[in-house]
């Protein structure tokens, strides 16, 4: 059984609440949001982070970000303005090493994040 949280639950053994999946991608609701509408979209293939990206990959990162964007569209902020972040590393406060992209909206966002 693979130890990655994110693979356990593209693989359904922990429980998501899923708002939109494709064959390259499944994207749920963050489980410790951070905006009103917080959600991750992660490759169904296991990528540990921007840093392990190869050329192999260029395809599914194109699939993430469209997906990205398909489930702010699903999400209603599609419109008045979202987010994505990829979390990267120690400093970036990364904390699951699976690719994931942070779609985060529902309110205004101030910038430069912290
Ligand atoms: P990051 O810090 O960028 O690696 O973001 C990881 C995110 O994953 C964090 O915002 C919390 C979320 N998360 C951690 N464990 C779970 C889980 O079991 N289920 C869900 N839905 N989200 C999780």
């Given at each position: 059984m693979t130890e990655c949280l994110f693979c356990r639950i593209v693989q359904g053994e922990i429980a998501a609440d899923i708002v939109y999946q494709d064959e390259s991608v499944i994207a749920f609701r963050d489980i410790?949001?951070?905006?009103p509408t917080h959600v991750l979209v992660v490759p169904r293939?296991?990528?540990?982070g921007y840093n392990d990206l190869?050329?192999?990959?260029d395809a599914l990162l194109g699939s993430v970000g469209r997906a990205a964007a398909h489930v702010a569209q699903l999400e209603g902020i599609g419109s008045s303005g979202y987010r994505c972040v990829v979390n990267s590393g120690q400093d970036a406060l990364q904390s699951v090493p699976h690719l994931h992209v942070h779609v985060l909206g529902g309110r205004p966002l101030s910038w430069p994040p912290g």
């Open positions: 410790q949001p951070q905006v293939r296991h990528v540990a190869t050329k192999d990959d």
